[in-house]
């Protein structure tokens, strides 16, 4: 009878011990993979915000990138001396909203007007009917309508200036589809960081949840709130570090892909717009797993022994 107890005492013991290794085995398996879930996921998010970044600032960049093809094109009168024309020219290079200033004479004209039609129009007509014009670029600050409509009434007050004139149509649909672009991109920005922090915070969620017994254990010993925190929230802004690197490799690798073939239509050579973007990507990624980590712990240092089996 002793035997038989002592037998059933001995494989009790063997299969509690198993069972506990088979147990932490499993629980170290399901922490690792929360973990490693953890930091894709925030990659991905954070890989997505700095797609919509570059997107964004090549969206406001647009009009700036079209400041030579809407020019101002000024008509000078043909009676002005080329000596007259050099002195108009000064005057608009002074003025303020002046980006770039490019004279082209009755003979430039003739000649891009022969290169195009492929015969001396001037032989048949017996002189050159062509003006001599200064073509402006606008600076940034003055490149909208208002200032663009302001800058011509100043140039046609300008002795010698016979007419100024620009593309207004193209100007107000460049401007007008910038804006409309931009607020959605804005919209879409913002629902991505609700989604992004939903998604970042169910997460780490996860990962703490199977470590609540431990939070308790420890708080039943007598360790303070702050003291439980320290350690969780050391890990998430070191997980939420590794993600952006993770992110800003994948941008990176976007980049490189769309580079030659997207060169001429988005702006993928600025360091210091790439430097911001990148920064950002680290900023939010560690910002956003401290704050979650930070309210989800706090949460488990207040549930009573009890209540954890029902959670």
């Known amino acids: ?91 608009i290079e002074l003025k303020e909203f002046a980006y770039k200033v490019e004279f082209k004479s009755k003979e430039d004209a003739a000649n891009e007007m022969r290169a195009e039609l492929g015969n001396d129009f001037i032989a048949l007509l017996g002189e050159n009917p062509l003006p001599a014009k200064i073509n402006i670029s606008m600076q940034k600050s003055h490149f909208t309508t208002e200032k663009i409509e302001d800058a011509i009434k100043e140039l046609t007050e300008i002795k010698g200036v016979k007419d100024a004139r620009y593309q207004k149509s193209l100007m107000e649909t460049v401007i007008d589809n910038t804006k409309k672009i931009t607020l959605l991109i804005f919209i879409f920005v913002a629902l991505l960081l609700f989604v992004s922090v939903f998604l970042i915070n169910n997460t780490i969620r996860l990962v703490i949840y199977s470590k609540r017994f431990l939070i308790n254990t420890m708080k039943l010993v007598g360790a303070s709130t702050s003291f439980i925190r320290t350690p969780f929230l050391a890990s998430s802004v070191w997980q939420g570090m590794i993600s952006g690197f993770i992110a800003i490799i994948m941008l990176l690798g976007l980049i490189l892909f769309l580079r030659n073939d997207f060169f001429q239509f988005l702006e993928l050579t600025d360091s210091k717009m790439f430097g911001l973007i990148f920064a950002l990507i680290l900023l939010l990624g560690s910002l956003i797993s401290f704050v979650s980590t930070y309210i989800i712990v706090t949460k488990y240092t207040k549930i009573r022994t009890d209540d954890l089996w029902e959670d």
């Not at 290794?21 to 954070?46: E, F, G, M």
């Not at 400041?67 to 108009?88: F, N, Y």
């Open 1 to 91: 009878m002793n035997l038989n107890f002592n037998v059933r005492k001995i494989t009790s013991a063997r299969l509690k011990k198993i069972t506990s290794t088979r147990l932490r085995k499993i629980t170290s398996t399901r922490v690792r993979t929360s973990y490693l879930s953890s930091v894709i996921s925030t990659a991905l998010v954070l890989f997505l915000l700095g797609v919509v970044g570059l997107l964004l600032y090549n969206i406001n960049r647009l009009p700036s990138t079209l400041r030579d093809q809407i020019a101002v094109s000024v008509t000078l009168d043909d009676t002005l001396t080329d000596k007259s024309a050099m002195q108009v020219l000064a005057k």
